[in-house]
C-alpha cells in the first residue's frame, strides 16, 4: 500500500488550505483512511479521521474550520482546513487504516506565518 499526499506548504493566518491524499496498492474494502499531525518532539495525533462506522472524528482544534471528505476516485481523501492558525503548523500525515495495520504517507509540511 502506497500513499501520496499533496497540498501542503506556506500560507498566512486565516487562510484556507486543502491537503489530498491518495492511496494505492492492495486495499480492502472496509480500509478508512485519515489525517494526523506530529509535531518535533510530540505524539502524532489524529487531526480528522473516518471511523469504522463510517462517521468522522475531529481534533478539538480543528472542529469547525476543517471538514474531510472522500475524493471522487477510489481511496483518495481531501482535508480542507479553513482559518489557519501558526499552532497549525507541523506535518501533516495520511494514513490508511486496514484488518488491524495501518499504513503512512511520507507527510507533507504545514507553515502557517502569522
Known amino acids: 500500500v502506497q500513499l501520496v499526499e499533496s497540498g501542503g506548504g506556506f500560507v498566512q493566518a486565516g487562510g484556507p488550505l486543502r491537503l489530498s491524499c491518495s492511496a494505492s496498492g492492495s486495499i480492502y474494502r472496509d480500509a478508512y483512511m485519515g489525517w494526523y499531525r506530529q509535531a518535533p518532539g510530540k505524539m502524532r495525533e489524529l487531526v480528522a479521521g473516518f471511523r469504522s462506522d463510517g462517521n468522522i472524528n475531529y481534533l478539538d482544534h480543528v472542529k469547525g474550520r476543517s471538514t474531510l471528505s472522500r475524493g471522487d476516485a477510489k481511496n483518495t481523501l481531501s482535508l480542507q482546513m479553513n482559518s489557519l492558525k501558526p499552532k497549525d503548523t507541523t506535518a501533516y500525515y495520511c494514513?490508511?487504516?486496514?484488518?488491524?495495520?495501518?499504513?503512512w504517507g511520507q507527510g507533507t509540511q504545514v507553515t502557517v506565518s502569522s
Open positions: 494514513a490508511l487504516i486496514m484488518r488491524g495495520g495501518i499504513y
